[in-house]
């Protein structure tokens, strides 16, 4: 099982911006698929971003341009960088995460495929005021 453990959520004005941190200690697996998907009240969780190990990245529409997935393989963190925030992405943010040694978990690394993520964090809200 692997841990991950978010944090750099807050509060923020419209234009500003923010970057999350998700520490994952990941046991030495070398395929993975990471990602950040986020949940607003009275909404379904939806994917933002994600990022496979072999570096192909993948965004929502949403976020596209305004939003950067990022990892740090050698201290096992995944950063998302979110510039130009809007009052939409007010959310709870959940770092989430795929560890298996199959080349299937790597090309089917995709923001939408949120059934491919079976390790979640407990989250961290970011909150964008207009």
């Known amino acids: 099982q692997v841990q991950l453990v978010e944090s750099g959520g807050g509060s923020v004005q419209a234009g500003g911006s923010l970057r999350l941190s998700c520490a994952a200690v990941t046991y030495g697996h070398s395929i993975y698929c990471m990602g950040w998907f986020r949940q607003a009240p009275g909404k379904e969780r939806e994917g933002v971003a994600t990022i496979n190990s072999d570096g192909d990245t993948t965004y929502a529409d949403s976020v596209k341009g305004r939003f950067t997935i990022s990892i740090d393989s050698g201290q096992d963190t995944l950063y998302l960088q979110m510039n130009s925030l809007k009052p939409d992405d007010t959310a709870m943010y959940y770092c989430?995460?795929?560890?298996?040694?199959?080349?299937?978990?790597?090309?089917?690394?995709?923001?939408?495929?949120?059934?491919?993520?079976?390790?979640w964090g407990q989250g961290t809200q970011v909150t964008v005021s207009s």
């Open positions: 989430a995460a795929r560890f298996e040694n199959s080349r299937a978990v790597a090309t089917r690394c995709y923001h939408a495929n949120k059934w491919l993520f079976v390790d």
